[in-house]
């Protein structure tokens, strides 16, 4: 069973463009979440998405926005991006039933300069 | 106060030494816990859930104190492959977000 994917692996952008991330979970998982993980600091939770409608957002601006597709596959888009905004950037899905833990991808390092 | 709060250490043992980690979580109607193990730059992976009864899974050993709103992990017989960080999460309310803790740092030695 294929895990979860994330695309692109590394990504390079300058202070104001924006970047696309890109992610597909598990075969048959509906639920969609990311997450950042700036260096040496934990994971903040960023977009919940399940069967194609955002169910809940962390506590960021606006400029991070995001879509899940029919296929359940999601886009994590960052506007006008900052040099704060250089982290690692985790996808995981679950089937949404809760006591269920999550299958991370292995992430796209954003790098902003 | 954060929503769960580990002691980052790090955590220094020899190998086959017993080691545990305590996390403290903020709201009383969390629902589900999990610890999860993180490589230097790499994804975190589910190392294991943790169940109010306690659970073992080989080495590990998950407890879950609701009283006091602690989880804990203990890892026995440590091994050079356990360095790691160890991510205690928990999920509160009708959502499935799992909330992270910052993590505990361990590195096992020779």
Known sequence: EAGVTQSPTHLIKTRGQQATLRCSPISGHTSVYWYQQALGLGLQFLLWYDEGEERNRGNFPPRFSGRQFP????????????????ALYLCASSLSVRGRGYTFGSGTRLTVV | RKEVEQDPGPFNVPEGATVAFNCTYSNSASQSFFWYRQDCRKEPKLLMSVYSSGNEDGRFTAQLNRASQYISLLIRDSKLSDSATYLCVVTTGTASKLTFGTGTRLQVTL
Do not use: F, H, K
């Open chain 1, 71 to 86: 296929n359940y596959s999601s886009e994590l888009n960052v506007n006008a991006l900052e040099l704060e905004d250089s």
